[in-house]
């Protein structure tokens, strides 16, 4: 085992309560796998793996409660993942070096905990009214934020969810259950590019410690969001933590500046 026994409980407590926070604003919680990750394990391909692996288990119990739910708008929701798919295993195939690769994760996770504190401040609390776009539009999302999640490994959800809110898209629990739906295809999309690529690759133990405790975190998570319970709070704790460990992640692992 890479950890010692009290590091692995430590971490597995630490996901869990990701994935518990996480799944219930709709996401996987991959971008904060990512961030903890990169403080204990040594291989970022062992960071990527893990956390697309936490993603697909956490975003798969979501997506099958948000379709009991009646909330999966397929009709809707696949031209985001029909460019998506292919961009995910695209920016996953990449064989980054590891300085350039911590600089895209600390400023992907920086940038969206911004945009996750700003959703959780302007919005109103209640509903608003939906616009129409451009079906080509949500192409484009997809596929963009389709590469960048398989660049930094994570399903993308926590990107594209801000930016769907902030264009009254739908309402939230639809923009909930499309972000658990294509954080899902991503991570599958973005596991596949591993494999290709001969970059899939896991610690055993703790990687099926740290994939039981967020099964049991997202389970747990995605049935208080279905009682009804905001999300805001919620989001705006996670933006700060995602933003503090995006900051150092940028830093430290990134651009190897001491703080």
Not at 122 to 140: D, G, M, S, V
Request: aromatic share 12%; with cysteine.
């Amino acid at each position: 085992m890479l950890l010692e026994p009290q590091e692995l409980i430590l971490l597995c407590l630490g996901f869990f309560s990701i994935a518990l926070l996480y799944s219930s604003v709709g996401f996987g919680g991959g971008s904060s796998y990512l961030a903890i990750l990169t403080l204990v394990f040594s291989s970022f391909f062992d960071i990527r793996t893990t956390a697309l692996l936490c993603n697909l288990v956490v975003v798969s119990g979501s997506c099958f409660l948000y379709y009991k739910r009646g909330f999966m708008d397929f009709k809707k929701f696949i031209p985001f993942v029909i460019t998506s798919i292919p961009l995910a295993f695209l920016g996953a195939s990449f064989r980054l070096k590891e300085n350039i690769f911590f600089i895209i994760l600390g400023a992907a996770l920086i940038i969206s905990a911004l945009a996750l504190v700003v959703q959780t401040i302007t919005l109103p609390t209640k509903e608003e009214i939906k616009r129409k776009y451009p079906p080509y539009l949500t192409y484009l999302l997809g596929g963009g934020i389709g590469l960048l999640s398989g660049l930094v490994g994570i399903g993308g959800g926590i990107f594209l969810a801000p930016v769907l809110n902030h264009m009254r898209w739908e309402k939230s629990i639809k923009i909930a259950a499309l972000a658990s739906f294509f954080i899902l295809v991503n991570s599958v999309s973005g596991i596949a590019g591993l494999v290709s690529n001969g970059t899939f690759q896991m610690p055993f133990w703790e990687g099926l410690a740290l994939l039981v405790s967020v099964l049991i975190g997202g389970q747990l998570g995605i049935r208080i969001s279905l009682s009804k319970l905001t999300g805001r709070g919620i989001k705006l704790t996670t933006a700060i933590l995602v933003f503090m460990v995006g900051i150092r992640v940028l830093m430290v692992n990134g651009l190897q500046i001491s703080i």
